[in-house]
């Protein structure tokens, strides 16, 4: 099986994707982004009421989005939780479908599906947290890409489960406010709190999801291959490992050359 997060690292530089998936040599993990984590866990909360109510939310209404949250199966609540949830002890969780050309398992977790109350089409929709200003909410950097592809992916998987899928998906970006006038408060026992307010953008995208087959294909061809790809140009993983190298190889030198004591 392959996660959607390796076919990005595939897409990013293909040297390292080797590394990390055929020779386990793993590339750092960041620091998790626990604020938005957290952001993540109360939306998911926030439109599971509204799931189990079968009602549009607040947001969907504002936008002119004439859908409800989706349930997969209302009668087994850990079919949706299998789809947004990592779970260790589970190796067949997230959503996951078999590319029949290659043999591989493209698997990813979704953090919300809708469906529209008219065309009865899964709408993919994925959470995001920031703070900037509200003006810089955009999908338009070149970073952002990935959540473009992230979504391709995600819609992808869902039509070869077999659901009619929309062209749109959306992400909701939680955008912290740092101009509230205020940000702490007290309760009536006297215990300070902070709390702060965020702006909320619902950003659509129309998901071309054409190239995710032809990329299966690619990296079936580099899993079953023996040669290492070239690094992309500008990746900083692959610069600071030949670095590295380099710098082993003349301490190295530098200890041969010298007498021993």
């Given at each position: 099986?392959?996660?959607?997060?390796a076919?990005?690292?595939?897409?990013?530089?293909?040297?390292?994707?080797?590394?990390?998936?055929?020779?386990?040599?793993?590339?750092?993990?960041?620091?998790?982004?626990?604020?938005?984590?957290?952001?993540?866990?109360?939306w998911k909360?926030?439109?599971?009421?509204?799931r189990?109510a079968?009602?549009?939310?607040?947001?969907?209404?504002?936008?002119?989005?004439?859908?409800?949250?989706?349930d997969?199966d209302?009668?087994?609540?850990?079919?949706?939780?299998?789809?947004r949830?990592?779970?260790?002890?589970?190796?067949?969780?997230?959503?996951?479908?078999?590319?029949?050309a290659?043999?591989?398992?493209?698997?990813?977790?979704?953090?919300?599906v809708w469906?529209?109350r008219?065309?009865?089409?899964?709408?993919?929709?994925?959470?995001?947290?920031?703070?900037?200003?509200?003006?810089k909410?955009?999908?338009?950097?070149?970073?952002?890409k990935a959540?473009?592809?992230?979504?391709?992916?995600?819609?992808?998987?869902?039509?070869?489960?077999?659901?009619?899928v929309?062209?749109?998906?959306?992400?909701?970006?939680?955008?912290?406010?740092k101009t509230?006038?205020?940000?702490?408060?007290?309760?009536?026992?006297?215990?300070?709190?902070?709390?702060?307010?965020?702006?909320?953008?619902?950003?659509?995208?129309?998901?071309?999801?054409?190239?995710?087959e032809?990329?299966l294909?690619?990296?079936?061809?580099?899993?079953?291959?023996d040669?290492?790809?070239?690094?992309t140009?500008?990746?900083?993983?692959?610069?600071?490992?030949?670095e590295?190298?380099?710098?082993?190889?003349?301490?190295?030198?530098?200890?041969?050359?010298e007498?021993?004591?």
């Amino acid at each position: 099986s392959i996660s959607r997060t390796a076919v990005e690292s595939y897409l990013n530089c293909k040297a390292c994707f080797k590394h990390n998936y055929v020779e386990q040599v793993r590339v750092p993990r960041g620091f998790p982004f626990t604020l938005a984590c957290a952001t993540d866990s109360l939306w998911k909360e926030e439109f599971d009421k509204f799931r189990i109510a079968q009602e549009r939310h607040p947001l969907m209404v504002e936008h002119n989005i004439d859908a409800i949250p989706f349930d997969p199966d209302p009668n087994d609540p850990s079919v949706l939780d299998k789809w947004r949830e990592y779970d260790p002890k589970d190796p067949h969780s997230g959503a996951r479908v078999t590319h029949a050309a290659t043999g591989l398992q493209l698997y990813g977790y979704l953090d919300d599906v809708w469906v529209d109350r008219k065309t009865g089409e899964l709408i993919v929709v994925d959470y995001k947290s920031t703070s900037k200003d509200d003006s810089k909410i955009s999908l338009d950097e070149e970073w952002q890409k990935a959540y473009k592809r992230q979504l391709e992916m995600y819609q992808w998987i869902l039509r070869e489960m077999g659901y009619k899928v929309s062209e749109t998906a959306y992400i909701i970006y939680c955008n912290g406010d740092k101009t509230q006038p205020e940000f702490c408060f007290a309760e009536e026992d006297g215990t300070v709190k902070g709390r702060m307010e965020f702006n909320l953008h619902v950003l659509p995208h129309k998901g071309n999801t054409s190239w995710v087959e032809e990329k299966l294909v690619e990296i079936k061809e580099l899993l079953e291959s023996d040669q290492v790809p070239e690094s992309t140009k500008d990746c900083g993983w692959c610069k600071f490992i030949e670095e590295a190298r380099e710098f082993d190889a003349k301490v190295v030198a530098k200890y041969a050359s010298e007498p021993m004591a």
